[in-house]
């Protein structure tokens, strides 16, 4: 057995003698419900859901205030796809507890699963101002704010994402997307489209940095490029796009595309193109 099976093994001797010594209070004390909970922890991780279930359960019904009882019911039901359950746990945590941050988060997802946007929104936008660093919030929310007239809101959720996490590669990608189509809404009501290309690009660039297989990222990189005439970096992102998804069809696209208009640009006639290099 390897060093890491060595280390596993000992984990797993240590995990299933703290079952031992929590089934064994709980035989004493049956209405020990910090047992209980910890047990149901024990058992989420491992994957045995209908136990760890079980015991939850029996945590809220010895103390219907247990903030965390309700919390990881919710989160236990959610996985279930027991939709019914999950919104009243989610419900009762953040009642008995307004400040939690994590249930707002939880259960703006669960939301937005369910499509209930606006409401989402506003979990997010609670979560944030509860804590303030809550990165994936921040990103969660601006990939909500889709509609134009949330362009600038959109944006500095998305950089506040990235002020936090640098290297939060997903928070790049979407920003640069956002800042590459640059539609929102001007301050007469007009719907405007100012891409900020250069801004898009520096988005885009760091999140091949922190992930080079990115393929969305090289094809939205080639886009951009294009736009600004700069043909034979676009070629090399679209191609480098393809050789990690070779079926990326819009990559496949934008590329004839770009050899389109690159053919144009080639004189037809030698002399055209002697002309051509002289001036």
Known sequence: MGLYGQVRAIREAVINDAR?????????????????????????????????????????????????????????????????????YYLRTIELDPHHADAHYH?????????????????????TDIEQNHTQAYYRLARLLTDPDDYDLAKQNYQIAVDIDPDFAEAHYYLGKLLAVGRRINEDGTLV???????????????????QDNHKAHFNMGKTLAKEKEYASAEEHFLRAIEIHP????????????????????????????KASQS
């Open 20 to 88: 031992t010594h929590l089934e064994k209070s709980i035989e004493l004390n049956p209405d020990y419900s910090e047992a209980h909970f910890q047990l149901a922890l024990l058992l989420k991780d491992r994957g045995e859901i209908k136990k760890a279930q079980k015991h939850l359960q029996k945590v809220v019904e010895l103390e219907e205030n247990h903030v965390e009882g309700h919390y990881h019911l919710a989160l236990l039901c959610h996985e279930k796809k027991d939709y019914e359950k999950t919104r009243t």
């Open 107 to 127: 259960f703006a997802l669960f939301l937005e699963e369910q499509e209930e946007y606006i409401e989402a929104k506003n979990l997010l936008q609670k979560t």
């Open 193 to 211: 489209i100012e891409p900020e290309y250069e801004s898009a690009r520096e988005h885009f660039k760091k999140a091949i940095e922190l992930n």
């Open 247 to 274: 079926d990326y069809a819009k990559a496949h696209y934008q590329l004839a595309l770009l050899l389109i208009e690159l053919g144009r640009l080639i004189p037809e006639h030698p002399e055209d193109a002697k």
